[in-house]
T-cell receptor, first 113, second 113 residues
Framework: NAGVTQTPKFRILKIGQSMTLQCTQDMNHNYMYWYRQDPGMGLKLIYYSVGAGITDKGEVPNGYNVSRSTTEDFPLRLELAAPSQTSVYFC????????????FGPGTRLTVT | QQQVKQSPQSLIVQKGGISIINCAYENTAFDYFPWYQQFPGKGPALLIAIRPDVSEKKEGRFTISFNKSAKQFSLHIMDSQPGDSATYFCAASANNAGNMLTFGGGTRLMVKP
């Protein structure tokens, strides 16, 4: 059972480039989330999904897009990368039950220069 | 309304001592209060969680104390060990918010041998 996997682990982008951060979970969870974590800060929610085909904005969605075509996958797309998007990105998932526990992936460290 | 304030930002404790981290919130709709533990280079992992129908929850050396009237909750780590050195995040969510968690800013704990 792999849990939540993310690729790549590290990436350096130039300003204006685009990329997709991949996230896959094998726990059949309905809910999936993308967070960003800036140094010394907590996690900020970018986008979330409550099931395949359903996504919604979180606290800091500008500059990002998501899609959810399957239960397992929840990719995050960065268009026109900016230095302000330098951060560590975490994907997480949870079941729709009452426990609310979120399972996090290992993160992707992104640097935009 | 969605903010969760965490203190202190950093904490140094001697081995065997008690580590105490505090969080305060404003949104009275919050009904789930987890603590996440994050080791360097890893994603956060659920440590312990509480719901507002109880004032305290203990799991091993970790205890959450919850004060609903003061809108505060805290994490106590008894007999702190060097292996507890990590960053700790409090969080809160409301049942009507699609399991979205609002995180505190984090506390970097160092337990000295």
């Amino acid at each position: 059972n792999a849990g939540v996997t993310q690729t790549p682990k590290f990436r350096i982008l130039k300003i204006g480039q685009s990329m997709t951060l991949q996230c896959t979970q094998d726990m059949n969870h309905n809910y999936m989330y993308w967070y960003r974590q800036d140094p010394g800060m907590g996690l900020k929610l970018i986008y979330y999904s409550v099931g395949a085909g359903i996504t919604d904005k979180g606290e800091v969605p500008n500059g990002y897009n998501v899609s959810r075509s399957t239960t397992e996958d929840f990719p995050l797309r960065l268009e026109l990368a900016a230095p302000s998007q330098t951060s560590v990105y975490f994907c997480a998932s949870s079941s729709s039950g009452p426990s609310y526990e979120q399972y996090f992936g290992p993160g992707t460290r992104l640097t935009v220069t | 309304q969605q903010q969760v304030k965490q203190s202190p930002q950093s904490l140094i404790v001697q081995k065997g001592g008690i580590s105490i981290i505090n969080c305060a919130y404003e949104n009275t709709a919050f009904d789930y209060f987890p603590w996440y533990q994050q080791f360097p280079g890893k994603g956060p992992a659920l440590l312990i969680a509480i719901r507002p129908d109880v004032s305290e929850k203990k799991e091993g050396r970790f205890t959450i104390s919850f004060n609903k009237s003061a809108k505060q909750f805290s994490l106590h780590i008894m007999d702190s060990q060097p292996g507890d050195s990590a960053t700790y995040f409090c969080a809160a969510s409301a049942n009507n918010a699609g399991n979205m968690l609002t995180f505190g800013g984090g506390t970097r704990l160092m337990v000295k041998p």
